[in-house]
């Protein structure tokens, strides 16, 4: 099955700069990779998301990439702000099959 | 558009009693639905997942059971709950292929 990496585990940037979480998967026929937000005590949230047939995604300050050579993608943040803290998930998906999560990454953004 | 309800929102439980949490989706018809544990450390484990009515799919062997009544109905239970089930519970559903699957807003459960 799926298996997908995502690292750093935690990530302390301070306001204004850049935050980059990156993900990698095994199977080569996923398809859809998005990006989730997990605020405290809540569910988590689509940001972002990208598809196989595409390289790279930008929305705002959100962008992602996509190398399918490489199986990585890497969700790219830039002019962070503290209410950017939180949990980001990736997730790659193939097809109607069950959604493969990484394990998250806790970015704090320090004033 | 689609929505998805899981209540309750938290809970506390004694050690030894049951547990019946429930999710429900609108907007949408035949969801695949799953429930989702996330202890400390973030990571989201899978529990169950149900890709129709009665169908259900389950990842780890434990204390708790998932049923589907109806289409957009699924439940989580547990006959007799103990200390280690203490966590965040999620549901979530996903379409047609290629969807991002959608997030119940969780229900934090502590065993006492």
């Known amino acids: 099955g799926e298996n997908v990496e995502q690292h750093p585990s935690t990530l302390s940037v301070q306001e204004g700069d850049s935050a980059v979480i990156k993900c990698t998967y095994s199977?080569?026929?996923?398809?859809?990779f998005p990006w989730y937000k997990q605020e405290l005590g809540k569910g988590p949230q689509l940001i972002i998301d990208?598809?196989?047939?595409?390289g790279e995604k930008k929305d705002q300050r959100i962008a992602v990439t996509l190398n399918k050579t490489a199986k990585h993608f890497s969700l790219h943040i830039t002019e962070t702000q503290p209410e950017d803290s939180a949990v980001y998930f990736c997730?790659?998906?193939?097809?109607?099959?069950?959604?493969?999560f990484g394990r998250g990454t806790s970015l704090i953004v320090h004033p | 558009s689609q929505t998805i309800h899981q209540w309750p929102a938290t809970l506390v439980q004694p050690v030894g009693s049951p547990l019946s949490l429930e999710c429900t989706v609108e907007?949408?018809?035949?969801?695949?639905l799953y429930w989702y544990r996330q202890a400390a450390g973030r990571g989201l484990q899978l529990l169950f997942y149900?890709?129709?009515?009665?169908?259900i799919s389950s990842e780890v062997p434990q204390n708790l059971s998932a049923s589907r009544p109806q289409d957009r109905q699924f439940i989580l239970s547990s006959k007799k709950l103990l200390l280690s089930d203490s966590g965040f519970y999620l549901c979530a559903w996903t379409g047609a292929q290629n969807t991002e699957a959608f997030f119940g807003q969780g229900t934090r459960l502590t065993v006492v």
């Open positions: 990208i598809r196989s047939n595409v």
């Open positions: 149900s890709v129709g009515i009665g169908q």
């Open positions: 997730a790659a998906i193939k097809g109607s099959y069950i959604p493969t």
């Open positions: 907007g949408t018809s035949n969801p695949n």
């Open positions: 199977d080569s026929a996923s398809n859809y």
